[in-house]
C-alpha cells in the first residue's frame, strides 16, 4: 500500500464535521442498525436459509443502485475494484450467517467492534494519532467489546462471534476503500454487481439448506435495496468528510439503536452483560469524539493510506 493525496481524499486531521456530513452519518448509522434487524427477523423461525438472504440482499441493492445510477447523471463507469466487491461479499455472508445463533444487539456490537479496530489501525498507519483521552476511550472500548465475547451464560457463540469479527473486518477495509471515491453511487452500484455472482454461487454451493418464504424473501430484498444499497451510498459520501479514526467511531453508535431496535420489535431481552459493554464502548467513543485526533506531521494530514493495492 502507497500512500496516495488528492483533493477528494476526506478532509484533513482535527478538521470538524459539517452539519451536511453529520446528517448523513446520522441516516447510515440508522440504516446499518436497520440492517441488522432486518435480517434477525428474517433468520428468525426458519422464514429464510442465511445464503439465500445474502444472495437476495446483493442482487436486490445492485438492481435498486443500478436504476439511482440510470437516473442520475452519466459519468464514466469507475475503475473495477475487485478487492472492495470481495469484502462487500464477505462482510454480508459472514453477516449472515452469524445472525443464525446472535442476537441482533449483540452481533452488532460484535460487528463494529472489529469495524472500529480495522479503522483505528488504518488511521495510525496513515499518520493519525488521539491524544490521551482519545487512547483511553479506544481502551475502553476494546475492553467493553472484550468482556462481551468473554465466556459466560450469557456470552454469544464462539462461531457466531469469529464469522460476526470476520464481517466487521470485511466492512472496515470496505469502508476504507470508499473514503475519496468521486462518485460514490457509480461504485457502490458496481461492488453490489460484482460481489452478486459471489452470493449466488455461495447459494449454489449450500443448495441442501434452501429455504425460503414471502415474508423472509421481503426482508431480505428491503435490506438489500434500501439499507444497503441506498444506506451505503449515504455513507460513503459522508466518508469523504471524515478522518479513519472518526469515522470508525462513529459506526459504534449502531449497536445501541440496534439494541432498542431488538428490543422493540424482535422481543430481546437485553442483559447486564450487554449494558455493561455497551456502556464501556459507548463511553470509550464519547472520550475520542471529545478528544482532537493530532495528525503525525503535514504529510500524515494529506496523505491517507491507499488500500486499493
Known amino acids: 500500500m502507497r500512500p496516495l493525496a488528492t483533493s477528494s481524499d476526506p478532509a484533513p486531521t482535527g478538521t470538524q464535521p459539517t452539519a451536511r456530513t453529520v446528517l448523513l452519518t446520522c441516516v447510515a448509522m440508522l440504516a446499518f442498525a436497520s440492517n441488522s434487524l432486518l435480517c434477525r427477523l428474517a ?16 442482487v436486490a441493492g445492485a438492481l435498486m443502485l443500478a436504476i439511482v445510477a440510470r437516473a442520475g447523471a452519466h459519468r464514466p463507469p469507475p475503475r473495477a475494484d475487485w478487492l472492495a466487491a470481495t469484502m462487500l461479499f464477505a462482510y454480508v455472508a459472514c453477516f449472515s450467517f452469524a445472525y443464525l445463533t446472535v442476537s441482533a444487539a449483540t452481533g452488532a456490537l460484535i460487528l463494529f467492534g472489529a469495524v472500529q479496530l480495522t479503522m ?21 472500548a476494546v475492553a467493553g467489546l472484550l468482556y ?36 460514490p453511487l457509480a461504485s457502490t452500484a458496481a461492488n453490489f454487481l460484482r460481489a452478486a455472482p459471489m452470493a449466488l454461487i455461495l447459494s449454489v454451493v449450500l443448495a441442501g439448506r434452501f429455504h425460503l418464504t414471502t415474508r423472509g424473501a421481503l426482508l431480505a430484498v428491503a435490506s438489500g435495496a434500501l439499507t444497503s444499497g441506498i444506506g451505503y451510498v449515504i455513507w460513503y459520501a459522508a466518508l469523504k468528510h471524515l478522518t479513519a479514526m472518526r469515522a470508525a467511531a462513529v459506526q459504534l453508535s449502531v449497536p445501541p439503536i ?10 430481546e431481552q437485553p442483559t447486564w452483560r450487554l449494558a455493561i459493554a455497551s456502556v464501556a464502548i459507548l463511553g470509550g467513543i464519547a472520550l475520542v469524539l471529545a478528544g482532537r485526533a493530532r495528525g503525525g506531521g503535514t504529510k500524515a494530514s494529506k496523505q491517507v493510506p491507499d488500500v486499493r493495492r
Do not use: K, N, Q
Open 148 to 183: 462481551l465475547v468473554s465466556p459466560g451464560v450469557s456470552a454469544p457463540t464462539a462461531g457466531g462471534v469469529v464469522l460476526m469479527s470476520a464481517a466487521g473486518i470485511a466492512w472496515g477495509v470496505y469502508s476504507l476503500r470508499g473514503r475519496g471515491l468521486a462518485d
Open 258 to 267: 440496534a439494541a432498542c431496535g431488538a428490543v422493540l420489535f424482535l422481543a
Open 120 to 140: 483505528f489501525a488504518a488511521g495510525l498507519r496513515a499518520g493519525e494519532r488521539f491524544a490521551a483521552a482519545g487512547w483511553l476511550g479506544m481502551g475502553a
Open 43 to 58: 433468520l428468525h423461525d426458519a422464514r429464510i436459509d442465511a445464503a439465500s438472504f445474502g444472495s437476495l440482499r446483493l
